[in-house]
């Protein structure tokens, strides 16, 4: 066999993992259909909060162990991508958070001027914040100076890289629906806008728990990312333009200034929910292979992207 592992999906979540496994001493190699930039990764908004993730508990352990890894790369935010930023949830509080609150430094109840209009509660939180194109590029970079080898290829089924690799990782994302196959999981539409930044230094989310549209908005490096949508079971990938203007005036609302930012473009990505939350879990694959799976986190991926890694890779002999 070529490989000690092969990690199918080239995600934030495929290529977490395959580090992972890559810097404890195993050959990893990781197949993706598609490259890096053109995942659904690419297109998060990727402030980390665990948001539309179960199973609860598992969720804040993993979160918190990826935060501490994300506030150790804030150290070097042009190359990791990674920035610690200042901002509001508006409309959380923290008695609806899990236990995981308690170990994020800084996390408190928002003062009423740091507070949209038309909102009496809210959070404040100093968190990473993640530009995800220079992210995926330094996981590759990272992944690579580990010894590990990245192939573009589609593969047909799990069977197929288990010719080539004693254990294999489903890091597949939206994909593992056929290819597992697993119905359980669901496509949850985000559509998000870019703008030029008017000089919005502060992300802000705005929550509406009976609605499956969110409010945000996240200062990156040469521009600002609007949203945004939650469209459960909606497959479509082109953006949509009614939905677009609704983005630019929601967030008009809080910052005024938005409604006359030029518009750079317009993005759409698939969160790879499951119906019953994340699954990492191993089993035997045709002629004595391992496969281990890590899928379905849906609009958190990067969010636990290491927890999920290290756990994951607990189950790799």
Same mark, same amino acid.
């Given at each position: ?7 199918v999906? *080239? !995600? ?36 980390w909060? %665990? ?5 609860e ?6 979160s918190?162990?990826?935060l ?33 609150a308690?170990?994020?430094? *800084? ?13 009496d509660? *809210? ?17 590759r ?66 929550v ?16 600002l990312?609007?949203? *945004? ?9 082109? %953006? ?28 759409? !990505? ?16 045709p ?5 281990v799976?890590n899928?379905?986190h ?18 790799? %002999?």
């Amino acid at each position: 066999m070529s490989g000690d592992v092969t990690v199918v999906g *080239g !995600g934030v979540i495929g290529l977490t993992t395959a580090i992972v496994l890559a810097e404890s001493g195993r050959r990893v190699r990781v197949w993706t259909r598609d490259a890096a930039e053109e995942t659904t990764s690419a297109v998060a908004g990727a402030l980390w909060w %665990p948001y539309r993730i179960q199973p609860e508990r598992p969720v804040g352990d993993w979160s918190i162990a990826s935060l501490r890894v994300y506030e150790k790369l804030a150290a070097r935010p042009e190359e990791t991508g990674v920035r610690l930023v200042a901002g509001v949830q508006a409309g959380e509080r923290l008695t609806r958070l899990g236990s995981w609150a308690a170990q994020v430094e *800084g996390l408190r109840e928002a003062r009423a001027r740091e507070l949209p209009q038309g909102y009496d509660c *809210g959070l404040w939180a100093r968190i990473p914040l993640i530009d995800m194109p220079v992210h995926l590029a330094w996981l590759r970079r990272r992944f690579e100076a580990a010894g590990g080898t990245l192939e573009t290829r589609t593969v047909g089924g799990f069977a197929e890289a288990a010719e080539e690799a004693r254990v294999v990782v489903n890091c597949t994302g939206i994909a593992a629906r056929r290819l597992v196959p697993d119905d359980r999981v669901r496509a949850v539409r985000g559509q998000l806008v870019l703008v030029e930044n008017p000089g919005i230094e502060e992300w802000c989310t705005a929550v509406d728990h009976a609605s499956d549209r969110t409010t945000y908005f996240f200062p990156q490096p040469g521009r600002l990312i609007l949203g *945004g949508t939650a469209d459960e079971d909606d497959w479509r990938l082109e %953006p949509d333009p009614a939905t677009a203007e609704e983005i630019v005036a929601r967030c008009a609302l809080i910052r005024p200034e938005i409604a006359d930012a030029r518009i750079l473009g317009h993005r759409v !990505g698939l969160r790879p929910a499951r119906t019953e939350g994340v699954r990492i879990e191993a089993g035997p694959l045709p002629g004595g292979g391992l496969l281990v799976h890590n899928y379905g986190h849906g609009g958190a991926g990067v969010t636990v992207a290491w927890g999920c890694a290290e756990a994951a890779a607990r189950l790799v %002999p």
